[in-house]
């Protein structure tokens, strides 16, 4: 039989343990509950500050009605597991379906954001009396709070590295809910003695009722998500994967292919080749030479298909942050038939790396540089449409060279489009020539070329085979009407992504 020291000295270690899992479960609920707001809403800066600057205020909250506990505080510390293992563990199930009602997000994630957060401002607390018979006062702070530390830093590592890439938000928030519920269940073992016996059979109960209920989500879970998804997407959902950067999801209806990333719609098979060919094909015709070609985006091959016409090209470095996104394009039956299995060309070279960081270190000059981007919805894309970044550009553009950026709206984000312009003549570009295109997936969509010397839009002839372009279509596409032009509008730079601010103003309207 074990004397009195050693079980104290084991049931010292519990709740160490404790306090670490509680840590690493603070930040992973703060991490999942930001990344999907991220996902739905952008702006990922705005995000996360609401996410931790509320969680901090309930945790202050949860810590303050600690007080109020002054027995059985094991059995209290084990329902807060309990409870926030359920709450936790579903919060980003419960986001999900909160974001198909109109007007409900935000007032489900504050909500779930306070109780997260006021129910962790109550473990700690509650950890550290119990653990006063163990340690004296400054030994018991220093451990539970240096534990609590470890425990958050490596959440920081293990969330973007391990949980995001192979379980994704949906699965993490199961997980982490499990986390919890192994804590109260460890902590019910070694101090159910502790608990009067009318409680024991009660938490017991609810212990195991959750752990099924959280088991079976968590086994089902891609099911579950299937089914949130074909209610998000209006048509049959045939592709579904999160990567460790984005939601990829492809749809189909009859002949229309859509590819979203985070939500947001990147092509329709019925109308790509509108956007891709004015992206493509003016650039394409107004440089001298065209022998050396980089797209910084472009990850579903559409645009590489679009530049193979051209039997002058010989070499075209496609740089995509995402080898999920490029493996699709080349791999995938379907996106091959759409980009003409494009990247399976030998002059087509893949390289899978952030654009910025790319252009610091390339020593390759370019013909022309395409940038297939997202929209700057976040603060992450946002840096890629600043005064900086286009000067990296224009570092890497051979002197009579040409670069084209997609644009996002000129109709529905004015302010945007036009600070894109403004940025690329920040960085010094002589000129900048504005273009637009109507596309019903989109609407009117808007490009900007940028170059050191001066091109003739008027000598534009497209010699090669389209579907949709022409010397009509050239000349319209120059012509911005009235109601979309824009004055005193300022640059974005890294410092002051004013891209960001102008994109979300503009799209919160039309959303």
């Known amino acids: 039989m074990e004397n009195k020291n050693t079980l104290s000295s084991k049931e010292a270690v519990i709740l160490l343990l404790s306090v670490f899992i ?75 379906f909160a974001y198909t009602v109109e007007a409900v997000y935000y007032p489900v994630m504050i909500l779930l954001i306070l109780l997260i957060g006021g129910l962790i401002g109550l473990e700690i607390p509650l950890l550290t009396r119990i653990m006063e018979k163990y340690y004296n006062l400054k030994d018991n702070i220093s451990n539970v709070l240096s534990l609590d530390y470890l425990g958050a830093f490596i959440a920081t590592v293990v969330f973007p590295f391990i949980l995001l890439p192979f379980l994704g938000v949906f699965e993490s928030s199961i997980f982490a809910g499990f986390l919890n519920l192994i804590v109260a269940i460890i902590n019910f073992i070694w101090f159910k ?62 002949e229309d292919i859509r590819l979203f990333i985070d939500g947001n719609v990147q092509f329709s098979s019925v109308d790509e080749y509108r956007y891709h ?12 030479h065209r022998e050396n070609i980089l797209i910084l985006g472009g990850g579903d091959g559409l645009a590489t298909r679009e530049i193979l016409k051209y039997d002058d090209v010989k070499s075209i470095t496609v740089v995509d942050l995402d080898k999920e996104i490029t493996d699709l394009a080349k791999n995938e039956r379907i996106l091959r038939e759409l980009n003409n299995d494009s990247f399976n060309n030998p002059k087509v070279n893949i390289i899978n790396d952030d ?19 997202p929209d700057p919805n976040n603060s992450s894309l946002a840096r890629l449409y600043s005064r900086e970044f286009y000067r990296l550009v224009k570092k890497k553009l051979a002197y009579q060279g040409l670069m084209v950026t997609q644009s996002t709206s000129p109709f529905f984000s004015p302010e945007a489009y036009w600070c894109i312009n403004e940025s690329i003549k920040a960085a ?46 050239i000349k319209n596409a120059f012509k911005l009407e009235k109601d979309v032009q824009r004055e005193n509008i300022e640059p974005s730079t890294l410092d002051r992504p004013k891209v960001l601010e102008y994109y979300l103003n503009g799209w919160r309207y039309w959303n």
Request: proline content about 2%; aromatic content about 14%.
């Open 22 to 96: 509680v840590g690493f479960c603070t930040i992973i609920y703060e991490l999942l509950i930001g990344s999907v707001s991220s996902y739905f809403l952008g702006d990922s800066i705005r995000q996360f500050s609401i996410v931790i600057g509320l969680t901090m205020t309930a945790m202050g909250l949860g810590t303050l009605i600690s007080r109020l506990i002054n027995k059985n505080l094991i059995y209290y510390f084990i329902l807060v597991e309990v409870i926030l293992a359920v709450i936790g563990g579903l919060c980003v199930p419960i986001l999900y």
């Open 277 to 288: 060919e004015l992206l493509v094909h003016i650039p394409m015709n107004l440089v001298k």
């Open 428 to 473: 010094r570009f002589n000129y900048t020539y504005p273009y637009h295109v109507y596309v019903p997936a989109f609407g009117d969509w808007g490009f900007i070329l940028g170059s050191n010397i001066k091109f003739d839009i008027n000598d534009i002839n497209i010699n090669i085979e389209t579907k949709f372009i022409d010397k009509d279509v």
């Open 193 to 254: 003695d502790k608990i009067l016996k009318k409680r024991v059979v009660k938490i017991v109960s609810l212990m195991v009722l959750i752990f099924v209920f959280l088991a079976g989500l968590f086994l089902f879970s891609k099911e579950v998500v299937k089914f949130w998804e074909n209610n998000i997407f209006e048509d049959r959902v045939i592709f579904s994967k999160q990567t460790p950067y984005q939601k990829v999801v492809m749809t189909k209806n009859k």
């Open 355 to 373: 654009a910025f960081k790319f252009l610091e270190n390339a020593n390759n000059f370019y013909d022309l540089i395409i940038i297939d981007l």
